[in-house]
């Protein structure tokens, strides 16, 4: 398979200034050349100097109906890359992309502009979800002056809930702690949840579980019994609105208690529970397990499902 790096986001995100910070690493210094594919001209333009040394041969894409499998394959053929870059233009729905078959996508990165941010979330959500959902790594930059950036954080981990994010500002990566944003005390004896509570939780779970290690929660959930779990374990969780109505997901951990089988599916419980960090095979490795010390029947919550948007 041929890598395929894949940089995408939204007219001057800084994809030309990643790129580039890129071919000029030592460890991009490899062998065989690289093909950049530039699917849009921004105010800042590739170096020949450095596409010179880095070995890289730069083409353009300007219409989305040229960038198809078969034209792509005629640039393999003509200049052989040993790996190829994609910068991708923002405004053509990732999702409609298309490769070769002997092309893999070897990395995704979506760069975005942390002060134009608010204006795409707002008015072309589903184009930067699109573009979010598959990104290894998010990267905010020019994120000087931005004061919440935990909101910005909430956002993209809605839609993407394994990627790495990095802010970054004039000075370089900031190394943002985000606890004093949380909407609850992690000192209290149990820590309630409220609609707006879950999410952020179970968002910064994800990436700070070692600070809920132990703690007792509780939180209003549906019972969701996956058939493949094992004996003992349910998922009480939240429908979350990701980015617009037709983008749900079903937000929830694994919970362990003995009494599974009196739960009906979709059943709504309150749920008072420990914290603890377990293998799990459906995670794949370690992960958040719910010790549930009370599970009481309850009526759905006024607002069923959580709105990130």
Partial sequence: MKPVYVING???????????????????QVRGK????????????????L???SRTEIVFIEDEEDFSPAYLTELEK??????????????????????PPRWGIEQQITTIDASTFPMYFTNM??????????????????????????????NVKAINQQADIIFEDAEGEINQ???????????????????EGYGIWYLDSLDNLERYIGKTIRFTAMVLKPEDFPKGYFVPGRMAMTCCADDMAFLGFACKYD??????????????ARVTKEYFEDYGGEGPILNALTIEKTRAPEEPVINFV
């Fill in 10 to 28: 939204f007219l001057e995100s800084g994809k030309t200034e990643f790129i580039s910070f890129t071919l000029a690493q030592p460890y991009f």
């Fill in 34 to 49: 690289t093909l950049l594919i530039v699917c849009e001209e921004g105010e800042n333009e590739y170096e020949e100097a």
């Fill in 51 to 53: 596409l010179k040394k």
């Fill in 78 to 99: 003509k200049h052989k890359p040993e790996r190829i870059i994609i910068e991708y233009n923002g405004m053509w729905n990732f999702k409609n992309m298309k490769l």
């Fill in 125 to 154: 959500k589903s184009l930067l979800a699109e573009m979010l959902r598959k990104s290894e790594m998010i990267i905010f930059n020019r994120c000087d002056n931005v004061e919440d950036l935990s909101l910005y954080k909430r």
């Fill in 177 to 195: 702690i985000f606890e004093d944003d949380l909407p609850y005390s992690l000192d209290a004896d149990i820590i309630e949840l409220d609609n």
């Fill in 259 to 272: 009494k599974c089988g009196e739960l009906a599916e979709k059943q709504w419980v309150k749920v008072t």
